[in-house]
């Protein structure tokens, strides 16, 4: 840092970190010493990156951000203790990002830091951009032994982990490849590792351009940071044309986490511009101070422009210029530019757009060839384009450069006549292809330039190498990237039948990266545009991606029996059989239940007629839908096993894990707990050996019912945030909405639902609300004429589209407990005539995303409300099978429900006593607050304002056992007169009229406590 005419703004080392304990200053003496002794062995094994030779060489100085470097002050003290903190930095182009985060670098490299970096590039690049250059210096470490707290997984080690991510130099190999999972957890294992040994400073700079790929990673990093020592910058753009949306997406998703931040860039100020003169002109203070407000109201304080338009003014004679009128007024950075490129001589020139057209970075050997020209020559040209201030070295070889600032090279570009640029792309093209096939992302940049150019004739060479660009990013996991290559792949083929090809290929790929909505459209595109056997292809495809979904069918089943009426293919034909069987999961899907298992049925018997397992297993699959009922449960349990003991015969770990879960959801609607649990089993194992995210979301839900009905709301509340965030499985919005119904409950149980009170009119309209839910909600907020409105609703319709929805479970709960809060008979009665085939039953919604227990409380319940004599029998029938379930949380609630339903039917008090110390028995060994009330509601506390003494409660108590007086006379040691006096006075403070209603009145004051 002597070499650098930089203004020291930040805090002096000798007291970096100490202000935060208010320490006062001590020495940097003994600090650097035991960096040196606690690291030495290690270093010698691993020696991390060099800084890059831009970070450390600067023709201006640097002023001013002197709060902001504070906060990062603050931030590598808690890194130095072991906790990972991650600063989002934001500003418009040219406000500095780059230049603050490297004078960030170089001071904490001086600290014993260990720096990592990595950027994006605006053009097609590597999949995990930002994240190869650092991953790929943690590699070095890894081979070297150099971490000696690495854990190795089970599976495959870290170090071929690693090279997924890092990519191949060469074609794809054949080898199982990791999961997105196990590779973002071996990148998390590694940095951890490595920041044992030092504390790391990671830099991802430009990620306004990062892929999904590279998004996702950075949020894995974020929330599985634990004792990792990082301190991570992440730079971007925030304002248009290059604010990223994925981005910010990202960034509003991760703010709330611990140790996640965020640094706007201000313009500098006056006084920043003032030193900045004095430093970079050599001009006094006051002849500083008096220019700097009209160079603050030319730049607007951007960094970028402040720079130029004194590198002009320096040009021009200097500050004097200022008052010949000769002060510059650039509207744009192409203001800037256009004159020094005027400047230069024509070889120089061509040689500086050709390096544009390159990059941000270019090497002299591929710019040499590109030109045509001798290296010799081209280095010599160079260095006029260097000493205009618009390149600088990146090595002391001198073998590459870099632009000055990225707006600079874009400008240069933007300069460039249209044709010339065309060419140009070409001409790079070809140089890579002539060129080392081990050039750093050599298939990306071809691809990029001849893409570019394809209006040149150049679309052919532009498919292929798009085509083998997805190739690669799908060998590395990156299928979001795949898509988006064989996406623009499609879209410049003149062939119809390639271009349906790489659509359907691209909807493949886009898919398995969780982006459903873009793999749809793309489908669309086929099932409109492409050949009759395309059209099937794409309306299969269509469907198998919008039931995961949970698409109603309806566009699915539309698409597949136009499909199947013009596609020209045998009834064996695995393509016709699978598009049948998609077609009955699209039926069942739409509410047509019986038509939909019935057309699953003709696909299974045509495809073991075929003796094609493949169209087998795809059959199997449609015809066990998530939407098991009781009726249908041994035909859906048999087709799963045949599905598991199929994927087990030809290895396919994930037609196993479809028909175990499936088996799961059976089991559990009837209740068979062995099978249950073996088929919960095998479940999240294949979902595990699989790492298809979608699978992952599945096994999860299950664990999350385990949890949830165990009562472990902290496991189940853990699970839940960690599906929101599950990588290539939807969009943030697509998962939230999959698991809303899992969420709500959750958030019942736990009693935050008031949070949103102030959201809820009461007044919303039903027909555009899922009715059940809203009365839910409306029930656990006390809106007492909302719910009864919602209910009165509900009766009037056909509750047919309910029975066939997935969510029928839900609704029967829902609904039930709200038709007993508001004592709704009508409401009561409708439901429990068409709930009863779930008699014995428990109650699953969809592919277990939520579970409430046996059904027979919620039939007890209603049979309760409207006094019929099953209701005890079914509420007991109800506890005994959520016991045998393992699921202490539903018992309780059972226990609850049988309690309420006893003081309700005026059953005996000690009968009542006895069932309410077994529900708070139950409550209390678990940590539920909406259970807690429910107990309480049930069976209130004693109210204080009733005025009976504590010998009339003593009364009141036996009274509600049924004892007469003359039976209480002699309990009590007095008078049946007395007794006479006691009674009268309860009724007349409680306002009841007779004994019968005082003990009910007992019941619901929580006065039949053994100690009220």
């Known amino acids: 840092m002597a070499n650098s005419p930089t203004v020291a703004t930040w805090p002096d080392l000798a007291i970096f970190g100490a202000r935060r304990a208010g320490a006062g200053v001590r ?96 053009e097609l690049g590597a999949p995990y951009q930002p ?68 504390p790391i400073l990671l830099v991802l700079e430009d990620m306004h351009w990062a892929g999904a790929t590279s998004l996702e990673l950075l949020a894995h990093l974020i929330r599985h940071g634990d004792a990792i020592r990082t301190l991570c910058l992440v730079s971007h753009r925030s304002s248009p044309p290059d604010r990223s949306a994925a981005l910010a997406e990202t960034i509003a998703q991760l703010h709330r986490v611990e140790g996640v931040d965020r640094m706007r860039l201000t313009p500098l100020t006056v006084e920043d511009i003032a030193e900045y003169v004095r430093v970079r002109t050599g001009a006094s203070a006051d002849r500083s101070r008096s220019v700097a407000p009209l ?47 005027a400047r230069l001589d024509g070889e120089s020139r061509r040689l500086l757009e050709v390096a544009a057209v390159v990059g941000d970075e270019f090497s002299v050997e591929l710019l040499a060839r590109v030109a045509g020209r001798d290296v010799e020559d081209v280095l010599d040209a160079l260095d006029g384009v260097r000493d205009a201030g618009l390149i600088r070295g990146l090595d002391r070889e001198g073998a590459s450069f870099g632009f000055d600032h990225v707006l600079g090279r874009q400008s240069v570009v933007d300069l460039m006549p249209r044709s010339l640029l065309l060419h140009v792309h070409v001409d790079v093209a070809r140089a890579l292809e002539d060129g080392p096939s081990s050039a ?45 290559a064989l996406a623009r792949a499609a879209g410049l083929t003149d062939d119809p039948g390639e271009r349906d090809e790489l659509r359907l290929r691209a909807a493949e790929s886009f898919r398995d990266a969780g982006a459903f909505a873009t793999a749809c459209d793309l489908d669309r595109a086929v099932v409109r545009e492409g050949s009759p056997l395309d059209r099937l292809r794409a309306a299969v495809a269509f469907e198998g991606t919008t039931w995961r979904i949970g698409d109603l069918g309806f566009e699915a089943t539309d698409m597949l029996t136009t499909a199947l009426a013009r596609a020209e293919v045998g009834e064996h034909d695995r393509l016709r059989i699978s598009a049948v069987a998609s077609l009955g999961r699209a039926l069942s899907f739409t509410g047509d239940f019986d038509r939909g298992q019935e057309v699953c049925g003709r696909a299974i018997e045509l495809a073991r007629a075929s003796a094609d397992r ?46 175990a879960s499936i088996l799961t959801l059976v089991t559990y609607l009837v209740g068979d707990v062995e099978r249950f649990e073996r088929a919960f089993a095998e479940s999240v194992r294949m979902a595990a050996s699989t790492g298809e995210p979608f699978l992952l979301v599945q096994s999860s839900c299950f664990e999350w019912v385990r949890a949830f009905a165990r009562g472990d709301l902290a496991r189940a509340r853990a699970i839940s945030e960690e599906l929101l965030h599950m990588p290539g499985a939807g969009t943030g919005a697509e998962l939230a909405e999959r698991l809303s119904l899992q969420t709500f409950v959750l958030r019942r149980e736990d009693a935050r639902l008031p949070e949103v009170a102030a959201l809820i009119s009461g007044d919303e309209d039903v027909e555009q609300h899922w009715a059940p839910g809203l009365l839910a ?36 709960a829902f609904v039930a407990e709200a038709a007993v809060w508001l004592r709704h008979r009508e409401a009561a009665s409708v439901l429990r005539e068409r709930a009863n085939e779930l008699e014995g039953h428990n109650l699953a919604v969809g592919p277990m995303l939520a579970v409430f227990g046996s059904a027979d409380r919620y039939l007890g319940m209603l049979d309760s409300v409207l006094g019929r004599p099953r209701a005890e029998d079914l509420l007991r029938s109800a506890l005994a099978m959520d016991e045998r379930m393992d699921a202490p949380l539903f018992a309780a609630y059972d226990a609850v429900a049988l309690v309420e339903h ?98 009910r009145y007992a019941a619901d004051a929580g006065l039949l406590d053994p100690d009220p």
């Not at 449609?622 to 598991?644: K, T, Y």
């Open 27 to 122: 020495s940097s003496r003994p600090l650097f010493a035991g960096i040196r002794q606690e690291y030495r062995g290690d270093v010698e094994q691993w020696t991390p990156p060099d800084l890059p030779a831009r970070w450390r060489v600067h023709a201006s100085p640097f002023v001013g951000r002197r709060a902001e470097f504070h906060a990062l002050d603050e931030a590598w003290t808690a890194v130095e203790a072991g906790v990972q903190h991650v600063v989002f930095i934001e500003g418009d182009a040219g406000a500095g990002k780059s230049r603050f985060i490297a004078e960030t670098g170089c001071r904490l490299s001086a600290r014993g830091a260990t720096v990592l970096l990595g950027a994006c590039v605006a």
């Open 777 to 812: 909600l409306y029930v656990e907020l006390g809106r007492r004429d909302p719910a009864r409105r919602v209910l009165d609703w509900f009766v009037g319709q056909d509750l047919t589209r309910f029975v066939a929805s997935p969510t029928w479970p839900a609704t029967i």
């Open 614 to 659: 493949a169209a087998l297993a795809h059959a199997l699959e449609c015809g066990i839908v998530m939407n098991a009922r009781p009726a249908h449960a041994a035909v859906q349990g048999a087709r799963s096993e045949e599905l598991v003991r199929l994927g087990r015969d030809v290895g396919d770990a994930r037609s196993i894990f479809m028909g």
């Open 295 to 341: 160079l603050l109201e030319r730049t607007a304080g951007n960094p970028f422009y402040l720079r130029e338009v004194v590198r002009d003014l320096e040009d021009r004679g200097g500050l004097a210029a200022l008052g010949a009128g000769m002060f510059p007024t650039p509207q744009t950075v192409l203001d800037l530019y256009a004159g020094r490129l």
């Open 902 to 999: 006893l003081r309700r039917s005026g059953a005996r008090a000690t009968v009542v006593e006895n069932a309410h110390r077994d529900a708070t028995n139950r409550v209390g060994r678990l940590h539920s607050p909406r259970l807690t009330s429910r107990l309480g509601l049930v069976v209130p506390r004693r109210r204080r304002d009733d005025g009976l003494t504590r010998r009339e409660v003593e009364v009141l108590r036996l009274v509600a056992q049924g004892l007469s007086n003359r039976e209480l006379a002699e309990r009590l040691f007095i008078s049946e007169n007395t007794v006479t006096n006691h009674v009268r006075s309860i009724l007349l403070k409680t306002g009841m009229s007779n004994r019968t209603m005082a003990s």
């Open 440 to 484: 750093p992302n050599r298939v990306q940049r071809i691809a990029h330039h001849y893409a570019s150019a394809e209006v040149l004739g150049h679309r052919r060479e532009a498919v292929r190498y798009l085509t083998e660009a997805a190739s690669l990013a799908r060998g590395r996991l990156a299928h979001h990237e795949a898509g988006q």
């Open 131 to 198: 994240f190869v250059g650092p991953v790929s210096a943690l590699r070095v470490g890894v081979a070297a032994g150099a971490f000696p707290g690495l854990v190795e997984p089970a599976g495959m080690p870290v170090a071929t982990q690693l090279d997924t991510l890092v990519g191949p130099a060469g074609p794809v190999v054949d080898t199982r490849p990791s999961t997105r999972h196990e590779l973002y957890a071996a990148v998390c294992e590694t940095l951890r590792a490595a920041s044992q040994v030092r």
